[in-house]
């Protein structure tokens, strides 16, 4: 169920800048377009690149290649970077790194973006620019609130032991990321790219949730429809009022 995670550094950096608006647009859009859903690796054994092509929903990484392909559009390099969960999404047989999310990378900054935690913006970080605290929104779609996001940018000098699979290079930035509401629940972005996600994280998750769901947003006239479905039970539609 569980295999080694395998990273490399990050060896290409963008020149071509893009702004934080298209990337707010571009979150938005998956958002809308592409539920978070684990149908399509139970029930045909889809890979993440599978998922995302051919039912426009997947996990984690299925989102965030959504992102990295309308990023290719605009001529803009970005990879997959691992990453934890805070421990109110986390569950016991997980490993640490169970999550994936997307760098931007350029030579002095990168942008950290996370459609699976409905970022509503980018994490922005200067790489000289270690520990300012800064802040972003996400959006909370099982309470329709806006959830404020305090992150700041880290280094990694040593290498750090996980566990016997998850082993993250020295060297290396990371970002330490809280809800505001649960300043002491963390979870890290690690600036490395991962080149095996779907063996080193979809493989024990999927073996974990085993009942597949999907999760999606309706947000037609500003107004957010949750809805979650189950494989054996009626879809459930949870209306939200207006934002």
Known sequence: MYHKLKTRYINEYNETPIDSSTLKVILQYVAEACPFSTFGYIKHNYNSKQCID????????ALSLMVKQILNYYGIKSILIPATVPNMFADPEYLEISHVALCIPYET??????PAFYFMEPMKVYLSDIKTSQRINSYNIYSNNITPIDYTLNMNYGEL???TYQIIPKD????????VSEPS??????LVELTNPDEAITSFYISLKRLPFITALNIGLLNIELLKSFRYSPLKALKYSPL
């Open 54 to 61: 051919k039912t426009k929903s997947g996990n984690c990484i």
């Open 185 to 190: 629940d963390k979870w890290y972005y690690y």
């Open 172 to 179: 290396i930035f990371y970002v330490e990321s809280s809800f």
């Open 109 to 114: 900054y990168a942008y950290i973006l996370d």
């Open 161 to 163: 032991t996980l566990n």
